[in-house]
């Protein structure tokens, strides 16, 4: 799961730009992770593991250089969702 990736909290709509898929199809795997209990929702569209041995075991699932290249598309991800302050 891709999701396990974030550090804190992430949403949907980040995880739409990364894979493509659907909103709907995202949210019903999200709401797996909250039914389960190893994720929490703290609104409509923001989630965050609670269960950090889930979260990693989901991150092992991916091999060393696919995981790399994941955090470098997160990374940017982040970097163009940065809030714009006054004058910048």
């Known amino acids: 799961m891709l999701a396990a990736f974030f550090d ?8 739409q ?5 659907k909103a709907s199809t995202i949210f019903a795997a999200l709401e797996q992770g909250v ?3 190893w994720l929490s929702r703290s609104n409509l569209s923001d989630f965050s593991f609670i269960d950090g041995t889930e979260q990693d ?6 091999p060393d ?7 470098k598309s997160i ?3 982040l970097i163009r969702n940065l809030p714009v302050g006054p004058g910048q």
């Not at 804190?8 to 995880?15: E, K, Q, T, V």
């Not at 075991?57 to 991916?62: G, T």
């Open 8 to 15: 804190g909290a992430f949403n949907i709509d980040w995880l």
């Open 17 to 21: 730009d990364l894979t493509g898929e």
């Open 35 to 37: 039914a389960r209990g």
């Open 57 to 62: 075991r989901r991150r092992n699932f991916l």
């Open 65 to 71: 250089g696919e995981k790399a290249a994941l955090h």
């Open 75 to 77: 990374a940017g991800l």
